[in-house]
């Protein structure tokens, strides 16, 4: 591993733990140390929890068999709607600043701990997981290690900064529309939003409950499936959750494309992409030997689905707030909250009968193929700040549209890997879509880019 751990992977920091080669404290102490230098200009952490950390480290350097915990001493952080004992789950808001603290961790932090992992803090977030930007006018907005300047793309903006910038190799967020993937993508790291039910999102603060997934970041395949396996399990506490068998991803990683059929999503997937965007899509393509272009039927009814069903879901969870606090909100927030909260249950009934129209229409192409490759954001990152973009001609809010890409695929649950592609100046991420609970047929896939040098997660220069 040499002397810098910041950009060791988590499976060679839990290799270094268990020979005894390095300690789980020395490595959460170096992870600190990392985050008190970088987090002032990266602005991702809106939490340390310094003390808990360094106690769970110490007890791991305790244990007598420490090669039986598959994330031995690796440090990790979660989007702060996730519940950490002891700190209030503030969901990017000003108004949960006041709720009182967690009594206990979520679910996933428990699995990732139970494997090894040791919680180091909470993230920042666009406010209630309403984003694809990154900006919090609360706690200012996440910053993007390859360019400060620039977005990390949201709603999990600070896992996605986190992550790129080497303060932890592991980190958690949400995805209801893109939240990961769209991070992943400008911040040029892996990120997984599996299959609908199957991780617990129990304790957690929810954005729409028939859209909202979570999942982990990294900077490797590898470190991907490590945590996404350390995760898995059925929770009765989350409705959502499937009872499925433990399906481990890690081990089948070298079987790479061996006996897989991949497909290029053309039609809407095609238009509104800028230039960048498509050479990544282009360069993936070729290293998977995918030459069989297909159409995903209706993606742009589906987006527009998406939407009526994303904005009425979240307005019904937070009209309360919105009646008695409503200047608490970031307007821009507030304002699409009230709008769907006006929205009529007919749009609703009809966007949930298209949704199951379009998911059978979808899921009958898997007969074809195995996964389907799509670009994950229009664009690499955006100026922080930037309120437009012009896609086939027209300008666009940013903010509405860095989801282009990923709302279609959210809206039917299905499981995908955003694997980054370093082109130059900034990297962009490419989406392998996977038919549902086959999330170890798309991170075959993004191993095997990743061994043919085609994605990787680029270092910053900090």
């Known amino acids: 591993m040499g002397d810098d751990l910041s950009w060791a992977t988590s499976a060679e920091i839990a290799r270094a733990v268990a020979s005894g080669k390095s300690s789980a404290l020395n490595v959460v102490d170096d992870a600190l140390a990392r985050i008190e230098e970088h987090n002032p200009a990266l602005n991702a952490f809106t939490a340390v929890t310094a003390d808990r950390a360094r106690a769970k480290a110490r007890a791991i350097d305790a244990t007598p068999d420490k090669s039986r915990l598959p994330l031995a001493g690796v440090p990790f952080a979660v989007k702060n709607l996730f519940d950490i004992a002891g700190l209030p789950t503030i969901a990017g808001s000003k108004i949960n600043r006041t709720r009182k603290a967690a009594s206990k961790d979520s679910p996933l932090i428990e699995k990732l701990e139970a494997a090894g992992a040791v919680l180091v803090g909470a993230l920042n977030m666009g406010e209630y997981a309403y984003d694809f930007t ?197 307007p821009a927030v507030r304002d699409r909250l009230i709008a769907g909260a006006m929205v009529p249950s007919t749009y609703v009934v009809k966007a949930q009968k298209f949704r199951r129209w379009y998911r059978a229409r979808v899921l009958e192409l898997f007969k074809t193929c195995d996964a389907i490759l799509a670009p994950a954001t229009p664009c690499t990152a955006p100026k922080i700040g930037q309120q437009t973009f012009t896609l086939d001609g027209v300008e666009l809010p940013v903010r509405a549209n860095m989801g282009l890409y990923t709302q279609p695929i959210s809206f039917i649950g299905l499981p995908v890997v955003a694997v980054p592609v370093p082109l130059s100046p900034l990297p962009i991420a490419v989406q392998i879509i996977a038919a549902p609970w086959r999330e170890d047929v798309a991170l075959r896939i993004a191993y095997a880019l990743e061994q043919a040098g085609v994605a990787s997660a680029p270092r910053p220069e900090l």
């Open 134 to 330: 990154g900006e919090n006018i609360h706690n200012g907005p996440s910053r993007n290690p390859h360019d400060l300047d620039r977005m990390t793309g949201g709603s999990s903006g600070g896992s996605g900064g986190a992550v790129a910038g080497g303060m932890v190799p592991l980190a958690l967020g949400s995805d209801t529309n893109g939240s990961i993937r769209v991070p992943a993508s400008l911040c040029g790291i892996f990120g997984l939003k599996p299959t609908y039910g199957r991780l617990s999102r129990a304790h957690s603060f929810a954005f729409a409950e028939s859209l909202d997934h979570l999942g982990p970041f990294a900077r490797s395949t590898r470190d991907l499936a490590l945590g996404y396996d350390a995760m898995q399990g059925f929770d009765a506490e989350d409705a959502a959750c499937v009872e499925r068998p433990f399906e481990a991803a890690t081990p089948l990683l070298e079987r790479g494309l061996d006996g897989l059929r991949i497909a290029v999503a053309g039609g809407y997937f095609m238009q509104g992409a800028f230039p960048e965007a498509i050479e990544a899509l282009a360069r993936v393509a070729k290293a998977a030997g995918a030459t069989n272009e297909i159409e995903i039927p209706e993606a742009a009814r589906a987006r527009a689905a998406a939407y009526v069903i994303t904005v009425t879901e979240g307005a019904a969870l937070h009209l309360e707030r919105l009646r008695k606090q409503a200047g608490d909100f970031d």
